[in-house]
């Protein structure tokens, strides 16, 4: 069974703090999407990365896809009360069509 | 661009009593999941479709929860008889992917359900 663990459960930080946040699997992902959930909505797509190795910026926001694909990281710079929200990561399969979703990173920032 | 659509938001139901949820996805997209999300935990898949065919139904509880697609358009997910446990958010979202590399989902607001 593919499993992506996601670490910490749970953050709360000031803000202006930096953190990192990631997803690991001993399985190896074709692909995988980091989106953003607010309470009361679905989650929302943040990035897909796909490259061994590749880092995209979004902001304040940097990914990076582990170089042999297996595990990615989210850091956030100067965090802010509007980044507050689950944080989930999701692979696909090599190969396929499945997508396996981790538990989340439930993020609070405090003003 | 029109999002996917959900409706009910929210539905409060007895245990053993039947409901049905109802997806509109993004026009185009031929792929459709349901996902069920219970508080604090990350969204399970239920049942994915690639237009109005089944792709992936292996964690759906099949003695109660059913889903269709007709037309490949809409679905609905069914529960009969609802269970204390099935208190969750239903989550729908559609992709433009079908058997390729990457899926890009479009999630909806979902429908919290309650049973009671």
């Known amino acids: 069974t593919q499993l992506l663990e996601q670490s910490p459960q749970f953050l709360s930080i000031q803000e202006g703090e930096n953190l990192t946040v990631y997803c690991n699997s001993s399985?190896?992902?074709?692909?995988l999407q980091w989106y953003r959930q607010e309470p009361g909505e679905g989650p929302v797509l943040l990035v897909t990365?796909?490259?061994?190795?590749e880092v995209k910026k979004l902001k304040r926001l940097t990914f990076q896809f582990g170089d042999a694909r297996k595990d990615s990281s989210l850091h956030i710079t100067a965090a802010q009360p509007g980044d507050t929200g689950l944080y989930l990561c999701?692979?696909?399969?090599?190969?396929?069509?499945?997508?396996?979703f981790g538990a989340g990173t439930r993020l609070f920032v405090k003003a | 661009e029109a999002g996917v659509a959900q409706s009910p938001r929210y539905k409060i139901i007895e245990k053993r009593q039947s409901v049905a949820f109802w997806c509109n996805p993004i026009?185009?997209?031929?792929?459709l999941y349901w996902y069920q999300q219970i508080l604090g935990q990350g969204p399970k898949l239920l049942i994915q479709?690639?237009?109005?065919?089944?792709?992936?139904d292996s964690q759906l509880p099949k003695d109660r929860f059913s889903a269709e697609r007709l037309k490949g358009v809409d679905s609905t997910l069914k529960i009969q008889p609802a269970k204390l446990e099935d208190s969750a958010v239903y989550l729908c979202?559609?992709?433009?992917?079908?058997?390729?590399?990457?899926?890009?989902?479009?999630f909806g607001p979902g429908t919290r359900l309650t049973v009671l």
């Open positions: 990365v796909v490259t061994g190795g």
């Open positions: 399985s190896v992902f074709s692909s």
């Open positions: 026009s185009g997209h031929a792929t």
């Open positions: 999701a692979g696909d399969t090599t190969g396929g069509f499945k997508t396996i």
């Open positions: 479709f690639q237009n109005n065919g089944v792709v992936d």
């Open positions: 979202a559609s992709s433009l992917a079908g058997l390729s590399s990457y899926n890009e989902q479009f």
